[in-house]
């Protein structure tokens, strides 16, 4: 028996409201949505692999398309019929591992060199 209390989509205002802190998010047909651009087939694979282990370990799935150069990320809550928080906090979790740039951290992580474009992979939102 599930006791897990329902699911209540949220209103378009209250969407609109919460994709402000994720500006590169859109909402369309009834689904959050996220394009990534990347620089071949090898940075598309990394993110629809990284997205996925986030959806397995949220145990909450996205519709993803994915193409060479691309991937789109669709988030909504079908047991809602709507945008819920789950949606949104998948993808704030999605975009801290697809945007990180430990390189610009000031770590002990130097991350991707940008300037060759042999190790390229995402095309990152600066």
């Known amino acids: 028996m599930n006791t897990a209390p329902k699911e209540v989509a949220f209103s378009?205002?209250?969407i609109?409201?919460?994709?402000?802190?994720l500006p590169h998010w859109t909402y369309e047909r009834g689904w959050i949505r996220?394009?990534?651009?990347?620089?071949?087939?090898?940075g598309t694979l990394m993110v629809v692999n990284a997205v996925g282990?986030?959806?397995?370990?949220a145990w909450h799935h996205?519709?993803?398309?994915a193409s060479y150069a691309?991937?789109?990320?669709?988030?909504?809550?079908h047991t809602a019929k709507g945008i819920t928080a789950k949606d949104f906090e998948l993808a704030t979790k999605i975009e801290e591992v697809v945007q990180w740039r430990p390189g610009r951290a000031?770590?002990?992580?130097?991350?991707?060199?940008?300037?060759d474009a042999r190790f390229a992979y995402i095309?990152?939102?600066?």
Do not use: F, N
């Not at 609109?16 to 802190?21: K, S, W």
């Not at 095309?123 to 600066?126: E, N, Q, R, S, V």
């Open 62 to 65: 996205p519709d993803i398309t």
């Open 123 to 126: 095309k990152y939102d600066d």
């Open 12 to 14: 378009e205002a209250e």
């Open 53 to 57: 282990h986030l959806a397995e370990a």
């Open 70 to 77: 691309w991937v789109e990320v669709r988030l909504m809550t």
């Open 16 to 21: 609109a409201e919460r994709l402000q802190r």
């Open 106 to 115: 000031g770590g002990a992580l130097e991350g991707t060199p940008e300037h």
């Open 34 to 42: 996220r394009k990534y651009r990347t620089h071949s087939w090898k």
